[in-house]
């Protein structure tokens, strides 16, 4: 019996407890330099805090469909750029569509947050 036990102990410790396993970019900077720096880029994130999914906009141009809960950094060029959100689904009436423009420094990472 206690041997049972000892194993049932053992497993559960195994299943409650994991592994954390950290993938590392190599050409990830963590110095706080970063290497959009270097290539004279910045960085937008897309942001969406909605359950919904969200078709997304840089400069006029569709960049991609982002389901609720979920960001996505975009690399961009230093200046200003027009960004915008539109709700795809679960709207009662119409969709949210919040759009603003971003200016982003040379090595910057802006956040975009919607809705």
Not at 26 to 41: A, R, V
């Amino acid at each position: 019996m206690k041997k049972v036990l000892l194993a049932l102990s053992i497993i559960s410790v195994l299943f409650t407890t994991g592994c954390i396993k950290e993938l590392i970019n190599p050409d990830d900077d963590k110095s706080g330099s970063g290497n959009n720096q270097t290539n004279n880029q910045g960085e937008i994130t897309f942001s969406n805090g909605s359950s919904n999914p969200y078709a997304c906009y840089l400069d006029g141009r569709h960049v991609f469909d982002m389901d609720g809960g979920y960001y996505q950094d975009v690399s961009v060029s230093p200046g200003s750029h027009n960004v915008r959100a539109v709700q795809i689904s679960g709207y009662l009436f119409y969709p949210t569509d919040i759009s603003t423009t971003i200016y982003v420094s040379n090595g910057e990472s802006v956040i975009f947050s919607f809705p």
